[in-house]
């Protein structure tokens, strides 16, 4: 059994700063990419950053430049590091790993609010 638990969410000003953390825990030996996703109200789940295990990173052209991803692979944990906030961050996000459990699949977190308002 995978878990994926995300936590750092939460209210933030414009402007300000959030980090959201994920730790991955359960029977795997090795995880390949991990990531964040998120859903704003009424739209589609969309990528934010996927990093692999080498530390090879792929963001939304879009959040290039605010947002960075990083993880530390002993602690089995990815990081999101969103600076500048907009309300337009408003948005649940999920963290994403790819991993060698009984087979080789996806896991999703359930999901950590982030809303950005003054």
């Known amino acids: 059994q995978v878990q994926l638990v995300e936590s750092g969410g939460g209210l933030e000003q414009p402007g300000g700063s959030l980090r959201l953390s994920c730790a991955a825990s359960?029977?795997?030996?090795?995880?390949?990419?991990m990531g964040w996703y998120r859903r704003a109200p009424g739209k589609q789940r969309e990528l934010v950053a996927t990093?692999?295990?080498?530390?090879?990173?792929n963001y939304a052209d879009s959040l290039k430049g605010r947002f960075t991803i990083s993880r530390d692979n002993a602690k089995k944990t990815v990081y999101l590091q969103m600076n500048s906030l907009k309300p337009e961050d408003t948005a649940v996000y999920y963290c994403?790993?790819?991993?060698?459990?009984?087979?080789?699949?996806?896991?999703w977190g359930q999901g950590t609010q982030v809303t950005v308002s003054s």
């Open positions: 359960g029977s795997f030996s090795s995880i390949y990419i």
């Open positions: 994403y790993a790819e991993l060698n459990g009984s087979t080789y699949m996806g896991y």
């Open positions: 990093i692999t295990s080498d530390g090879s990173t």
